[in-house]
């Protein structure tokens, strides 16, 4: 079993910044890549940012220039730096892996969310 804790979120006014941290513990043999996802209501889940175990990032073109992720040296905790934040991001966000536990199979694995309201 893979368990990804987050922290960070809260509300913020439009052009602030927040920082969303995100852990993943457990039956982890290798992370393919570590990202967020949001949703915000009455929309579909989607892709903020990702980035593989390698380094190798990858953004939305909304938040592209806005938004930093990074992972650490172990590869198991991603760190999600958003800048020039605006109402638009207002959403549940997720954190998510792409691991391979001791089944030998990879498996995508979600954190529980957490809200970021941005105020115009």
């Known amino acids: 079993q893979v368990e990804l804790v987050e922290s960070g979120g809260g509300l913020v006014q439009a052009g602030g910044s927040l920082r969303l941290s995100c852990g993943a513990s457990?039956?982890?043999?290798?992370?393919?890549?570590m990202g967020w996802y949001r949703q915000a209501p009455g929309k579909q889940r989607e892709l903020v940012a990702s980035i593989t175990g390698g380094g190798t990032p990858k953004y939305a073109v909304s938040v592209k220039g806005r938004f930093r992720i990074s992972i650490d040296n172990t590869g198991k905790n991603v760190n999600l730096q958003m800048n020039t934040l605006k109402p638009e991001d207002t959403a549940v966000y997720y954190c998510?892996?792409?691991?391979?536990?001791?089944?030998?199979?990879?498996?995508?694995?979600w954190g529980q969310g957490t809200q970021v309201t941005v105020s115009s």
């Open positions: 457990g039956s982890i043999v290798s992370i393919n890549s």
């Open positions: 998510h892996a792409d691991a391979v536990g001791y089944t030998g199979f990879a498996f995508d694995y």
